[in-house]
């Protein structure tokens, strides 16, 4: 059986990977992931997303976490 | 999006609490401007200073190096070895790797050859990793910066970090910390080294993103020893409000640092934590983890340490008495193996 390409949101503090269907914003792929905007930025390659990019099916993000403790 | 800025160019970093959204080009213009109005406005740095840059391997401190160096300043950094496993040795590796490509070499103190590594010193004294931690690199950082000339002490605390310890101060109203919470800790006689903080006005989702878009290799993994710190709670408080409210941190932050403030009393009250003695015994309450001064008795000049000569206001400095208790408590463990 045929499974759709769809957008890995890779989170790589966590060692987590979803698999989310396209196309989706930023932002909204956020929200799924359960990840607050300010906490983060949006990486695709060497490219830095914003949270209205438009990312497609068989695309890969990563999201990564920004906040430093201690 | 295009740059709010240039208006041609795709827009790579989207800045609510600034209504703004940059290209690369723009968000670099716009990011070194927030740190040099930071430093020009609370006048942290001049530009004939010598500045110690205390780098860790993460997103804050590679970064200021790198502002700073751009902005002309003569820097040398710092890097202290804390003798986690695995996480220091892939910290120093960033550290070395990005000096490396500026063509400088850091300082680097290895806390083990000291006799003090972070986990095992705090197990013996039974307190918090983060409390050990900050008493042995203030007294470090000082101490470097005063054999080595330096006019300064320079961190990468950033807007986040601030913001989060001020509500924790204000949560435990915690006057003393209050009174002393400010980017600039001034210098004082007997060879207290002034600290700064250029990165209080930009954010850490703003200094990750110059770093990445600059190329800064940086650890991106948290120090294991601080997954339960407290100043992350305050942390992801004050970022629920800032999701919905956009700017509130700046607010909240430049509202508190406003002269005409109650709650603190300027620069010149800040007192030097460096000197400032160690809380005996007990684990540091939570309230503690966040803030830097441990206070005490810490007006007028200070006096040399009796054990080292650091500039202190006891009678011994909070590093040596530290490892006096680890040293104690080591014997003490020894003996009990040997019966």
């Known amino acids: ?70 | 999006m295009k740059c709010k800025r240039c208006r041609r160019a795709e827009a790579a970093v989207d800045l609510p609490s600034h209504h703004a959204a940059f290209c690369p080009d723009c968000f670099f213009l716009f990011f070194r401007r927030q740190v040099t109005e930071g430093i020009r406005k609370l006048r942290l740095l001049a530009p004939e200073d010598r500045v110690l840059v205390c780098v860790s391997g993460g997103k804050d401190s590679l970064v200021l190096w790198d502002v700073l160096m751009d902005e002309g300043y003569e820097t040398e950094g710092l890097y202290i070895d804390l003798g986690i496993d695995g996480y220091s040795d892939r910290s120093k590796e960033k550290v070395l790797a990005y000096a490396a490509s500026r063509g400088k070499t850091p300082i680097v103190i290895e806390l083990a050859k000291e006799g003090i590594p972070i986990p095992e010193a705090a197990r013996c004294v039974r307190m918090q990793e983060c409390s050990v931690c900050g008493t042995v690199k203030r007294y470090f950082f000082n101490r470097v910066a005063a054999e080595g000339k330096f006019t300064v002490v320079a961190t990468g605390h950033n807007l986040d970090d601030e913001t989060a310890r001020l509500l924790g101060n204000l949560l435990h109203w915690q006057r003393d910390h209050l009174a002393r919470q400010h980017p600039l800790l001034p210098g004082a006689g007997g060879g207290l080294v002034r600290k700064v903080k250029p990165l209080w006005r930009v954010s850490e989702v703003e200094t990750a993103a110059y770093g990445f878009l600059k190329g800064i290799d940086y650890v991106t993994e948290e120090c294991p020893m601080s997954e339960d710190a407290t100043s992350l709670v305050y942390k992801e408080a004050l970022s629920r409000i800032e999701d919905r409210m956009p700017g509130t941190r700046i607010v909240f932050y430049k509202g508190f640092l406003d002269p005409s403030n109650p709650l603190r009393k300027g620069p010149e009250a800040a007192a030097p934590a460096d000197a400032a003695p160690m809380p005996e015994d007990a684990p540091v309450p939570d309230a503690m983890r966040v803030t830097e001064v441990d206070a005490e008795e810490d007006v007028g000049t200070p006096r040399a340490c009796a054990s080292c000569g650091a500039p202190t206001y006891a009678e011994t400095c909070s590093y040596c008495r530290l490892k006096e208790r680890v040293r104690k408590a080591r014997s003490l463990r020894a003996a009990k193996v040997s019966r």
């Open chain 1, 1 to 70: 059986m045929y499974n759709a390409p769809m957008i890995t949101v890779r989170l790589p503090q966590k060692k987590k990977e979803l698999e989310i269907p396209g196309p989706r914003r930023v932002m909204d792929l956020l929200a799924e992931a359960g990840v607050r905007p300010t906490t983060v930025i949006v990486t695709q390659g060497r490219k830095l997303l914003t949270k209205d990019h438009r990312v497609e099916d068989g695309e890969t993000i990563d999201i990564i976490s920004v906040v430093s403790g201690g």
